[in-house]
């Protein structure tokens, strides 16, 4: 139940966004030229960037990679969109992107937690509040579009504000009637269908929309079985509008969807000496190990336009997610032939410990030696969100004011439980069932109100966007015990905080040309702490600052802005994926410094060479990032240990390059990316990295192709990892893990 205080808000605001019904009266205002005019109307209040056209106007860095980028590349996985965007920082787990951990400028990978991940401007992580390392991410095959904002203007897109805002934007519902399908296969069964269709016709809209994704995996298991996924969606919308001379134009449009997925995932590597031997293997003790995703999210948003200067757009939103991660967790120390029952501490050091090894890779063990772990949560998060705004004049600047609430709670229910196996000859055999709920059984929660004003001011050359935002969380965590399965409260453990914050921030822009643009701005960093850690846990904080200018030509575009970010503290994450025992509880981190500078470019050469066959395109970015603690302290969590002033954050490189070429002639399209980053410290440290602690460095090909048969027949080929590089990725949270290897696939596209 949301709290008492919040109900009378929440009715006020259902009542405000029901009180303005579909009309179609006659007109007292200026007509609208057409349809489009109010889809990008709406699209400028639940985008955080808009169209590549706008980004110019924008205070802050901005990225915008839109559908016909997409469809070029054709890429499933995130990681490998999100390499185009300069200030992206990026930890690859699984090969397929299916649990990214991503970071901006330098705010942490660890699943994702630092930045605010949305779809259609709704926060898409299952609790983002009171679980926001939480295992789901939307499936890429079905966004039509992806944005990344970073810097001062991105204050509005709460609760964390340090680093930024990655928004998707899903297939939209079309104008007119359309749709497309496309089936691709390829190497190790790897296969992909997608398809929609929709049509709006007068006032009412609707698009229905599958896809199902699969690969039988790239790694090797002792016992041959599978190491790959499947995932399915299914997406609908329906949308009904006011006729477009209504004195008050309205949109009501509702989104449905649903996700599920089996993986057939480990968090269990290899030693550095058997990723030499074959980097491809899996260990036999990994064999059982699964996780299931089912995820369900319904949406209605209303956008209303009372007059050229006054609009509203409310949203009401629930997602419910239940995903169970069957995985080995240690070795069980009571058996009398096991010393060490930690998966890190055994894969790095295995000459140690030649017996746990030795069942890792399928020798015979005792009874209970495994012990597997099932982790069992289910999460909702919902909310209603109204943003108004406001266009007027005020002594000769224009004004476009935002002001924005939205009333949000989320939980993450855990009822975890664990196995205990035999290692026979290769073959895990159980035996000890676990007890659910015996592991873990508590729920974390969030009820959280927040507000922002923003004012977009443009006065002359300059523009001004001054905004804060205010964060008011109440959070809950109730630990039932292991004796109390019925959860009546005998045993509970009940801890409840509350967090409030304001977080200001201004850009500043000045057009000092009709193509350069000098951009500045300065905010406030924020992210809360979870539900789980201790009393002394303070608030992630930090002042943010960016310089910089961006050049705007029909040929050419760049962007070259350079960042600071002065934390006063920052929050570690004691998560398993991590290395950490898997509390999820968060931890101070003291004071930290992270600089750099963002660089990203675009060209069409066809333009520029005035080449009227040939149509190629070239984009490249680079980043620099430098990210120290200006602290010492000691922790638990394996990848920070004993942290010294000036040491390095782990999983932030140093240099990131990205660049593609597309070239288009007649029917043929050819699209080539490539990727470098360097080798990364994976354990916090200074000087030279060690080999035994980091990744390796990479340089990666991607390689697309369409033709034309026809007008709407299209002939598919893509390749990733063009030269089948072998590198590390990882070595947490146990042992080393390999990137994809190279991967063939190709198929036919239907355009309707």
């Known amino acids: 139940m949301l709290s008492k205080k919040y109900q009378p808000l929440l009715l006020s605001l259902l009542f405000f966004s029901s009180a303005f019904q579909l009309q179609a009266q006659d007109t007292e205002t200026a007509k609208k030229d057409s349809i489009d005019v109010f889809d990008k109307l709406l699209m400028e209040k639940i985008t955080v960037v808009g169209t590549p056209a706008w980004v110019s106007n924008i205070p802050g860095s901005a990225s915008y990679i839109d559908h016909r980028q997409l469809e070029r590349q054709g890429h499933t996985d995130i990681n490998r969109i999100l390499r185009s965007i300069s200030g992206v920082n990026i930890q690859e787990e699984d090969g397929f992107g299916l649990r990214p951990n991503i970071g901006l400028r330098g705010a942490g990978v660890e699943r994702s937690t630092k930045i605010n991940i949305m779809e259609d401007g709704i926060l898409a992580a299952p609790a983002p509040y009171s679980a926001p390392a939480a ?14 904002r970073k810097g001062s203007s991105q204050i509005k897109y709460g609760p964390n504000t340090t680093g930024g805002a990655l928004n998707l934007i899903s297939t939209p519902i079309p104008t007119e009637r359309s749709g497309k399908a496309e089936l691709s ?41 599978d190491t790959g996924y499947l995932v399915r969606d299914l997406m609908g919308k329906i949308m009904v509008t006011s006729s477009a001379d209504a004195s008050i134009y309205q949109r009501l449009e509702l989104k449905l969807g649903y996700h599920k997925e089996t993986s057939d995932e480990t968090y269990l590597g290899l030693s550095r000496d058997d990723f030499s031997s074959n980097p491809m293997r899996r260990y036999a003790a990994s064999q059982v190990d699964q996780m299931n995703v089912e995820q369900s999210q319904i949406s209605a948003r209303h956008f209303a336009i009372f007059s050229d200067n006054l609009d509203l757009t409310t949203t009401l939103y629930r997602q419910d997610v239940t995903r169970a991660w069957y995985k080995l967790h240690d070795l069980d120390t009571s058996v009398p032939t096991i010393e060490t029952g930690n998966l890190r501490n055994i894969l790095t050091n295995p000459g140690d410990n030649p017996t746990e090894i030795g069942y890792l890779r399928g020798e015979t063990s005792p009874d209970n030696a495994l012990n597997v772990r099932n982790n069992n949560r289910e999460y909702f998060s919902q909310g209603v969100e109204s943003v108004l705004g406001v266009n007027f004049d005020l002594a000769g600047a224009s004004n476009q004011l935002d002001f924005g609430v939205r009333l949000h709670q989320d939980q993450e229910d855990r009822f975890q439980f664990e196995d205990g196996y035999r290692m026979q000859d290769g073959i895990m055999i159980l035996t000890n069932a676990g007890v659910p709920g015996t592991q873990a059984n508590r729920i974390g929660s969030a009820t959280a109100l927040s507000l922002y004003l923003r004012d977009k001011i443009q006065l002359d050359r300059w523009t001004f966007t001054p905004g804060i935002r205010f964060e008011n969380i109440w959070f809950t965590n109730k630990n039932y015990g292991g004796s109390d399965l019925d959860r009546t409260g005998s045993d509970l453990n009940e801890h409840e905080y509350t967090t409030n914050v304001f977080v200001p921030g201004i850009g500043v822009t000045y057009q000092a040309t009709d193509y ?25 904080l930090s002042i943010n600052y960016e310089l910089g200018m961006r050049l705007v030509n029909g040929n050419f575009n760049a962007e070259v802005i350079g960042f600071y970010n002065d934390y006063s503290n920052l929050l570690g994450s004691d998560l398993a994926a991590g290395g950490g025992s898997g509390t999820t509880g968060q931890f101070n981190a003291g004071e930290v410094e992270v600089y750099g500078l963002e660089v990203s470019t675009n060209l069409d050469l066809a333009e520029l060479l005035n080449l009227n066959s040939l149509t190629p395109l070239f984009n490249a970015n680079y980043t620099f990032t430098h990210a120290t603690f200006q602290s010492d302290f000691e922790s638990s969590f394996g990848p920070w240990g004993t942290v010294t002033t000036g040491d390095e954050i782990p999983f932030i490189p140093k240099h990131q390059f990205n660049a593609g070429l597309s070239l288009a002639y007649s029917d043929l399209t050819v699209n080539l990316n490539s990727s470098y980053s360097p080798k990364m410290r994976t354990v916090a440290g200074s000087g030279s990295i060690d080999d035994q602690n980091s990744t390796d460095s990479y340089l990666l090909f991607d390689l697309s192709s369409n033709y034309a048969i026809t007008g709407n027949v299209h002939l598919l080929l893509r390749v990733r990892n063009l030269l089948d590089k072998t590198y590390i990725v990882s070595d947490r949270p146990a042992g080393v893990r390999p990137g994809l290897p190279r991967t063939v696939m190709g198929g036919l596209r239907f355009n309707i």
């Open 135 to 148: 295992y789901y991410f939307p499936n890429m095959g079905r966004i039509n579009a992806v944005e990344v």
């Open 185 to 225: 296969a390829g190497e190790r069964t790897s296969n992909k269908f997608h398809a929609n269709y929709g049509d709006r016709t007068g006032r009412f809209g609707y698009l229905i929309e599958v896809l199902q994704m699969g690969d039988d995996g790239f790694k090797q298991l002792d016992d041959g079985g």
């Open 516 to 540: 350069l643009t000098v951009i500045s701005g300065i905010h406030r960093g924020f992210s809360p702490p979870s539900p789980g850690s201790a009393s002394d846990t303070e608030s992630e």
